[in-house]
């Protein structure tokens, strides 16, 4: 009798903590792995991140000196369809 109610006892335990764990820990654990996530992404492609009065705000950094595209490589190509039926 006691090995089943000790069962019971540690099953109750278990599901209790579960649902604890699920229902506070991760929601936790997922949105501070998130905001890291922004964070590296933002950093990476250039715009830092601020807090004014609980508002967020994006200020991106300008570069406006240096253009990503090179005008003098390559040149534009017009493409016409040609029928292979003929």
């Known amino acids: ?29 997922l949105a501070r792995f998130i905001k890291k ?12 991140e601020q807090r004014v009065n609980d508002e967020e705000k994006i200020h991106y950094k300008e570069n406006s000196t240096q253009s990503k595209i090179n005008p003098n490589v390559g040149e534009y190509v017009d493409f016409e369809e040609i029928d292979d039926n003929e």
Do not use: A
Not at 1 to 28: A, D, T
Not at 38 to 47: A, L, S, T, V
């Open 1 to 29: 009798m006691e090995f089943i109610l000790k069962v019971i006892f540690i099953f109750f335990l278990i599901s209790f903590l579960g649902r604890l764990f699920f229902r506070y820990v991760l929601p936790w654990w």
């Open 37 to 48: 996530r922004q964070k590296e992404y933002g950093d990476r492609f250039g715009y830092t």
